[in-house]
């Protein structure tokens, strides 16, 4: 069946970088972008953009332009998102999402970064 | 951007009832709203898609509906295994998602 498998729980000092990855399994791996989307503490869901495993193009969301950088591994079926440049406010819990053209049908369980000195 | 104001942001109910919960665009969005339920430390799960799609295996007790740029996720005889956070997204540009709904037991 289709899983989504991130990888673990990270700690970070500001100003550092951070790299999740999510690794696909049961489906064709370039038929279907993978997004991120993070939920802080409290806050809302975020999206923070998509990339096509298949041709690598990359839509980022406009807040994270300069600081996100998604890449994908078609060897390996794994899509990577890195955060540059960590604040306290990107403490999160950051998900991969398979995306049909409208939805998104299938989720990762997520990823806790925390930022803290 | 696109903001998703959604009501309420908790609510209390018991098995049987029947819930809803709404979520209105701050434009046009067609039908390009979809409604999710999150239990904590789970994956998200798709419920409706497209406004009033269900998503295959997901149980007929929920639907969604549409009116213009408003959206309504209905839940008819709420089941135990309901109680969660439900919340909405639009995929008309992007996508943005409403701040969310917990459904707590009365």
């Known amino acids: 069946q289709v899983q989504l498998l991130q990888s673990g729980a990270e700690v970070k000092e500001p100003g550092a970088s951070v790299k999740v990855s999510c690794k696909a399994f049961g489906y064709t791996f370039s038929y279907y972008f993978i997004h991120w989307v993070r939920q802080a503490p409290g806050q809302a869901l975020e999206w923070m953009g998509k990339?096509?495993?298949?041709?690598?193009?990359?839509t980022y969301a406009q807040k994270f332009q300069g600081r996100v950088t998604m890449t994908r591994d078609t060897s390996t079926r794994t899509v990577y998102m890195e955060l540059s440049g960590l604040r306290s406010d990107d403490t999160a819990v950051y998900y991969c999402?398979?995306?049909?053209?409208?939805?998104?049908?299938?989720w990762g369980l997520g990823t806790l970064v925390t930022v803290s000195s | 951007d696109i903001q998703m104001t959604q009501s309420p942001s908790s609510l209390s109910a018991s098995v049987g009832d029947t819930v809803t919960i709404t979520c209105r665009a701050s434009q046009s969005i067609g039908p390009y709203l979809n409604w999710y339920q999150h239990k904590p430390g789970q994956a998200p799960n798709l419920l409706i898609y497209s406004a009033t799609n269900l998503q295959t295996g997901v149980p007929s007790r929920f639907s969604g509906s549409r009116s213009g740029a408003e959206f309504t996720l209905t839940i008819n005889n709420l089941q135990p295994e309901d109680f969660a956070t439900y919340f909405c997204q639009q995929s008309y540009s992007a996508r943005t998602f409403g701040q969310g709904t917990k459904v707590e037991v009365k």
């Open positions: 990339i096509d495993p298949d041709g690598g193009s990359i």
């Open positions: 999402a398979r995306g049909e053209l409208h939805h998104n049908d299938y």
